[in-house]
């Protein structure tokens, strides 16, 4: 059975840090791009980070670079999210994705299987 399981997350202050992470099993433990999205109550989901299986490549959305680090672990099928100096409108549900479309990394669409979801708030 395909699973991509969620833990980390919770609340913090601006410019408080945060981890997320994710076990993939199944075949989405074979999956190229493993990465995360969020969605904010109103909005769309929206790309934040996505790392490639080998080489690791790693793109990250301009609203985030510099700020989140994703780490993936091909030996362990994980994908882990460092999240530093978190903003207020970082606040959202974040999931983790895995896909096999590289040339469309950042879009949802293309992602197959998706985790439980992951409240991360910040407040101001």
């Known amino acids: 059975q395909v699973q991509l399981v969620q833990t980390g997350g919770g609340s913090v202050q601006t410019g408080g840090s945060l981890r997320l992470s994710c076990q993939a099993s199944g075949g989405a433990s074979s999956a190229y791009l493993l990465g995360w999205f969020r969605q904010s109550p109103g909005k769309k989901r929206e790309f934040v980070a996505t790392a490639t299986q080998a080489p690791v490549n790693i793109h990250y959305s301009e609203s985030v670079k510099g700020r989140f680090t994703l780490s993936r672990d091909n030996s362990k099928d994980t994908v882990d999210l460092k999240m530093d100096n978190l903003k207020p409108e970082d606040t959202a549900i974040y999931y983790c994705?895995?896909?096999?479309?590289?040339?469309?990394?950042?879009?949802?669409?293309?992602?197959?299987?998706w985790g439980q979801g992951t409240q991360v708030t910040v407040s101001s």
């Open positions: 994705a895995a896909g096999w479309s590289p040339e469309h990394y950042s879009d949802q669409k293309f992602y197959t299987y």
